[in-house]
């Protein structure tokens, strides 16, 4: 998103700090956008006041503190929930899962959620099994996902985006599709709230 021109803010919320350690390493000429962090369940109280200055505030966050959780939920329009292709992803955010669904039972169906395929292998059967097994869900699965790519981690390791390393590379078309879904599912989602 900071790549078309939004102003973006990444809030990390996982007490690990993999977005503040990747930020750390931005070389001087590189545009990025800023990383904060916030690691404790306060999110609800902070978010709110950064977010005026920003078009997107993305708070990345570790599916199983339940505590920070819920408190990014308190603020957040859209959850996107990574799994990889398997069913263990699935049972490890089942708790976000049902922290989301009774958040929206509460808040006329907020926060909205989709899950996002993650590092699917190329050519195996596992990608359409992930899209059978979330169908019971009522959470949506994005048409757009990423593959297992040394791009992502050569990217990580350097303070770069896979946009920056390999502008015309397949993780960066990934990156591309993953984008434009999301922002056309938000602008769907507020022509829908809009009167």
Same mark, same amino acid.
């Given at each position: 998103?900071?790549?078309?021109?939004?102003?973006?803010l990444?809030?990390?919320?996982?007490?690990?700090?993999?977005?503040?350690?990747?930020?750390?390493?931005?070389?001087?000429?590189?545009?990025?956008p800023?990383?904060?962090?916030?690691?404790?369940?306060?999110?609800?109280?902070?978010?709110?006041r &950064? +977010?005026?200055?920003y /078009?997107?505030?993305?708070? #990345?966050?570790?599916?199983?503190?339940?505590?920070?959780? *819920? !408190?990014?939920?308190?603020?957040?329009?859209?959850?996107?929930?990574?799994v990889q292709?398997s069913?263990?992803?699935?049972?490890?955010?089942?708790?976000?899962?049902a922290?989301?669904?009774?958040?929206?039972?509460?808040?006329?169906?907020?926060?909205?959620?989709?899950?996002?395929?993650?590092?699917?292998?190329?050519?195996?059967? &596992? +990608?359409?099994?992930? /899209?059978?097994?979330v169908? #019971?869900?009522?959470?949506?699965?994005?048409?757009?996902? *990423? !593959?297992?790519?040394?791009?992502?981690?050569?990217?990580?390791?350097?303070?770069?985006?896979v946009?920056?390393?390999?502008?015309?590379?397949?993780?960066?078309?990934?990156?591309?599709?993953l984008?434009?879904?999301?922002?056309?599912?938000?602008?769907?989602?507020?022509?829908?709230?809009?009167?």
């Amino acid at each position: 998103m900071h790549k078309r021109g939004f102003a973006v803010l990444i809030v990390d919320s996982d007490p690990q700090g993999t977005a503040r350690d990747w930020h750390s390493l931005q070389p001087e000429d590189l545009s990025l956008p800023p990383v904060i962090g916030i690691d404790r369940p306060m999110l609800h109280f902070d978010v709110p006041r &950064l +977010a005026s200055a920003y /078009d997107f505030v993305i708070i #990345d966050g570790a599916a199983r503190l339940e505590e920070l959780s *819920t !408190s990014a939920l308190k603020v957040a329009d859209l959850v996107v929930i990574p799994v990889q292709p398997s069913g263990y992803d699935l049972w490890a955010v089942s708790g976000l899962i049902a922290l989301i669904q009774a958040r929206q039972s509460v808040t006329e169906g907020r926060p909205l959620a989709v899950f996002v395929a993650s590092r699917q292998i190329v050519g195996t059967h &596992l +990608a359409k099994e992930i /899209d059978d097994a979330v169908e #019971d869900l009522d959470i949506p699965m994005m048409k757009a996902r *990423t !593959s297992q790519r040394v791009a992502y981690a050569e990217a990580g390791q350097s303070g770069f985006t896979v946009l920056d390393l390999e502008p015309t590379g397949k993780a960066a078309g990934e990156i591309e599709a993953l984008t434009t879904e999301l922002l056309n599912f938000l602008n769907h989602a507020q022509a829908k709230k809009s009167p």
